[in-house]
């Protein structure tokens, strides 16, 4: 059973940092693109960063020179350094993993950020 488990969420106030992190089980050999995505109360889904296998980083506008994501594919884990954070930034942010270009997409459960003075 494959499941994905992300930490590091919390309260920040507006300029701090927070690192999330992700692990993925149930999962062998390589994954096609890990990243991951956040919702806001009232709004939609929106990819956040994505890094694939052996590939460059893609960021959302909004987070481009503020986070930065990695992964470990020994460990089967994804990071997201966020930096320089906004108040917009406050959501519950999802991992996610694709182990082929056109397999199953995986989700963790996500993690709450709050970003607020």
């Known amino acids: 059973q494959v499941q994905l488990v992300e930490s590091g969420g919390g309260l920040v106030q507006p300029g701090g940092s927070l690192r999330l992190s992700c692990a993925a089980s149930?999962?062998?050999?390589?994954?096609?693109?890990m990243g991951w995505y956040r919702q806001a109360p009232g709004k939609q889904r929106e990819l956040v960063a994505t890094i694939p296998n052996g590939g460059k980083p893609n960021y959302a506008d909004s987070v481009k020179g503020r986070f930065t994501i990695s992964r470990d594919d020994a460990k089967y884990t994804v990071d997201l350094q966020m930096n320089s954070l906004k108040s917009e930034d406050t959501a519950v942010y999802y991992c996610c993993a694709r182990t082929s270009l056109l397999g199953h997409l995986y989700w963790g459960q996500g993690t709450q950020v709050i970003v607020s003075s």
């Open positions: 149930g999962l062998s050999g390589s994954i096609y693109v």
